[in-house]
Every structure is written in structure tokens, then in C-alpha cells.
């Protein structure tokens, strides 16, 4: 009988992180990111490949403690997420921001892990 190895555990779990993540990411949409959409419409805020937010230079002090509030609120839901699934937060983040990206407003400007930004 055929047993996967450890190194398939982890690829395991991710996938079905994948796919839980899939199915919960629409509510973080939804709860975390309309506040932000005019914002990130105008290009104050950009979205991280990593599931974060950010402040774009010449953001007002409004809009990055908005910012920081969305990100707070997208870290414990990445934490609890994590616990959940047995992976890494970075993971459930990353997972999170392809779905943030497909569900951002034209002009919202991402930022790759290179450091590198693009705007849709």
C-alpha cells in the first residue's frame, strides 16, 4: 500500500489551505476590503502580495490608521486561520491576497514580492 511521504504533508496541507481559503476569502473581501476601495481606486492604497495593505506616499493620516486597522484585523484572521489549518500565517496571507487582487477596484496598485508595483 502506497503512504505518502513527509515531503508530500506539507504540499498536502497547503492545497487544502488553498481551497479553504477559496471558499472563506470572499468574506474577507468583503468585511476588509470596501473600506479601502476608494482609496485604493485613487492609488493611496496598495495591496501586498502577502495579504497586507499598504499606504501608497502621499496617503493621508486617515487613510493609513485605515490601513492599519485592515491590517490588524487581516493578521488575526491569518493567525486564526493558520492555527486551523496547521500552516504558516505567511501562507493563509498569500492565499488571502490572490483573492483580495481578483476583487480590487481598477486603479488599485499591487505590489509583488520583489518590490516591484503594477497597477490594474
Wanted: aromatic share 8%; glycine share 6%.
Amino acid at each position: 500500500m502506497w503512504k505518502p511521504s513527509r515531503s508530500f504533508e506539507p504540499k498536502r496541507r497547503l492545497l487544502l489551505l488553498a481551497v479553504a481559503g477559496i471558499a472563506l476569502a470572499p468574506s474577507l473581501a468583503l468585511a476588509q476590503a470596501r473600506p479601502l476601495d476608494a482609496p485604493r481606486a485613487a492609488g493611496t492604497v496598495g495591496e501586498r502580495y502577502d495579504g497586507y495593505a499598504v499606504a501608497r506616499p502621499g496617503a493621508s493620516a486617515d487613510i493609513v490608521a485605515l490601513v492599519e486597522r485592515v491590517n490588524v484585523e487581516r493578521r488575526a484572521l491569518y493567525t486564526e486561520r493558520s492555527k486551523a489549518q496547521s500552516v504558516p500565517v505567511e501562507a493563509v496571507g498569500k492565499i488571502y491576497a490572490l483573492e483580495i487582487i481578483k476583487s480590487a477596484p481598477k486603479g488599485t496598485w499591487f505590489q509583488a514580492e520583489d518590490g516591484s508595483w503594477t497597477q490594474r
